[in-house]
T-cell receptor
């Protein structure tokens, strides 16, 4: 089982709709959870992080975390064509010898159709 | 501007010719890391460093070397590149204990080994 799993997609959503991206993780000791957006050929850009159960909202983005189910999701409301990108889920575990490693999922490719 | 700077952006080289990809950050981050990104395999960690003179292997270290002589710089060295090292490489940095801030990524280096 992979440490962090995402559906690779592609996920196609009409403009203006809600895009829902999902991620599961295997390490119950995981503490922090991140969503990165990556445009083709570009570097990953941090868009959300969450570390407590529940929802965290930032503009059109909402991250949801359920530690009991080892599940984290990202909702994008009022989807725009500029949201078309690959979304990477990343999970941080315990700090070992001062280092806290981020483990990335393979990413979900999202396409917003005008 | 807070950033991670990688050079070069693009590099085509021949098998066996030593090369160095440079990485520099201006955020006084302790933690620096190198990743490679390949289609279908996601981001995989090559090496990381927790501070000056402290480095350790990631998940795919074979064929790579790193050094951390100064806090701001973390070069990636390929002593004898091979075609299977053709990939998109990212340098990333963070404060120790990444829980709140995640990683900041450089803009990437696309390496082709022929």
């Amino acid at each position: 089982q992979k440490e962090v799993e995402q559906n690779s997609g592609p996920l196609s959503v009409p403009e203006g709709a809600i895009a829902s991206l999902n991620c599961t993780y295997s390490d119950r000791g995981s503490q922090s959870f991140f969503w990165y957006r990556q445009y083709s050929g570009k570097s990953p850009e941090l868009i959300m992080f969450i570390y407590s159960n529940g929802d965290k909202e930032d503009g059109r983005f909402t991250a949801q975390l359920n530690k009991a189910s080892q599940y984290v999701s990202l909702l994008i409301r009022d989807s725009q064509p500029s949201d078309s990108a690959t979304y990477l889920c990343a999970v941080a575990g315990l700090i070992i010898q001062g280092a806290q490693k981020l483990v990335f999922g393979q990413g979900t490719r999202l396409t917003i159709n005008p | 501007e807070a950033q991670v700077t990688q050079n070069p952006r693009y590099l085509i080289t021949v098998t066996g010719k030593k090369l160095t990809v440079t990485c520099s950050q201006n955020m006084n981050h302790e933690y620096m890391s190198w990743y490679r990104q390949d289609p279908g395999l996601g981001l995989r960690q090559i090496y990381y460093s927790m501070n000056v003179e402290v480095t350790d292997k990631g998940d795919v270290p074979e064929g790579y070397k790193v050094s951390r002589k100064e806090k701001r710089n973390f070069p990636l060295i390929l002593e004898s590149p091979s075609p299977n090292q053709t990939s998109l490489y990212f340098c990333a940095s963070s404060l120790i204990g990444v829980a709140r801030g995640g990683y900041t990524f450089g803009s990437g280096t696309r390496l082709t080994v022929v």
